[in-house]
Nanobody, 125 residues
């Protein structure tokens, strides 16, 4: 049984940083894992993903781009997925979810098979 448990969310001021963590269990070695975020009124959108070889990918959306600000990483020995978020902006305020799937295509299409419960990130002055 796959379990994903997020932590590390909170309230910060613009320009500050946060690191989200996702403790995972029950995943197979080839699983694709990553982070989604959910803005109220919208569907959850993928933010960043990483495959079993450590190859990373980030959303190509130009809406509130995370490029250069967010970094995904994974520590297999600790079974923990991370999202380092720097230079946070108010528009990054959202619920952030850890997600996993056996196919990266399902992940990036917005339909991973496994979800965590989410952790709230609020950026405001």
């Amino acid at each position: 049984q796959v379990q994903l448990v997020e932590s590390g969310g909170g309230s910060v001021e613009p320009g500050q940083s946060l690191t989200l963590s996702c403790a995972y269990s029950g995943t197979r070695s080839g699983y694709y894992m990553g982070w989604f975020r959910h803005f109220p009124g919208n569907e959850r959108e993928p933010v960043a993903g990483i495959d079993s070889r450590g190859i990373k990918a980030y959303t190509g959306s130009f809406t509130n781009s995370v490029k250069g600000r967010f970094t995904i990483s994974k520590d297999n020995s600790k079974k923990t997925l991370y999202l380092q978020m720097n230079s946070l902006k108010p528009e990054d305020t959202a619920m952030y979810y850890c997600a996993a799937d056996s196919k990266n295509s399902d992940f990036w299409s917005g339909h991973p098979g496994f979800w965590g419960r989410g952790t709230q990130v609020t950026v405001s002055s």
